[in-house]
T-cell receptor, first 114, second 113 residues
Framework: EAGVAQSPRYKIIEKRQSVAFWCNPISGHATLYWYQQILGQGPKLLIQFQNNGVVDDSQLPKDRFSAERLKGVDSTLKIQPAKLEDSAVYLC????????????FGQGTRLTVV | DQQVKQNSPSLSVQEGRISILNCDYTNSMFDYFLWYKKYPAEGPTFLISISSIKDKNEDGRFTVFLNKSAKHLSLHIVPSQPGDSAVYFCAASSPYNTDKLIFGTGTRLQVFP
């Protein structure tokens, strides 16, 4: 079974630039998550999709972050404009919709904003 | 507000001995708890979970204990192996959104020969 695919693996941008990350979840997984993991901290949920609908985006900084999952499969997360404090690993994860199933994570995209 | 806390940032254990990783939570509505393991440059991988209706769950060398009254859970690894060296995250969810995981800050475990 193929895992969660993310690209790119690494990205370095200057502050105020924009950046986009891509995620392809495990086939058949209706729930998709984007997490932000800042160095030394645990992953923090940014947004959760069920199919192509948003379930939770309460911690997404909507003035600069946006995410979409148009066809209920792939997803993109965009930051525009980036700030220095956005430097983090951005993790995509997916899970089945049944209750209390574990999430499967991709390798993440390490973003450095300089 | 850190609802899931792992107060030990690191732990060093000799191979063959027991590793005990601890996790505390503040939200009494949490009813499902998971442990994830993370190697460098990889995403977290699921290790073991426990529902609040249980106080213990075992899977091979890994056992998770839940003390609801103390809002505390622990992960025991016996015997510890060098390949267990990784960062371990505790996570919790509530019935209001069973898919939303709240993660702790992680504990880096190092198992030395």
């Amino acid at each position: 079974e193929a895992g969660v695919a993310q690209s790119p693996r690494y990205k370095i941008i200057e502050k105020r630039q924009s950046v986009a990350f891509w995620c392809n979840p495990i086939s058949g997984h209706a729930t998709l998550y984007w997490y932000q993991q800042i160095l030394g901290q645990g992953p923090k949920l940014l947004i959760q999709f069920q199919n192509n609908g948003v379930v939770d985006d309460s911690q997404l900084p909507k003035d600069r972050f946006s995410a979409e999952r148009l066809k209920g499969v792939d997803s993109t997360l965009k930051i525009q404009p980036a700030k220095l404090e956005d430097s983090a690993v951005y993790l995509c994860a997916s899970s089945l919709t049944t209750m209390n199933t574990e999430a499967f994570f991709g390798q993440g995209t390490r973003l450095t904003v300089v | 507000d850190q609802q899931v806390k792992q107060n030990s940032p690191s732990l060093s254990v000799q191979e063959g001995r027991i590793s005990i990783l601890n996790c505390d939570y503040t939200n009494s509505m949490f009813d499902y708890f998971l442990w994830y393991k993370k190697y460098p440059a990889e995403g977290p991988t699921f290790l073991i979970s426990i529902s609040s209706i249980k106080d213990k769950n075992e899977d091979g060398r890994f056992t998770v204990f839940l003390n609801k009254s103390a809002k505390h859970l622990s992960l025991h690894i016996v015997p510890s192996q060098p390949g267990d060296s990784a960062v371990y995250f505790c996570a919790a969810s509530s019935p209001y959104n069973t898919d939303k995981l709240i993660f702790g800050t992680g504990t880096r475990l190092q198992v030395f020969p």
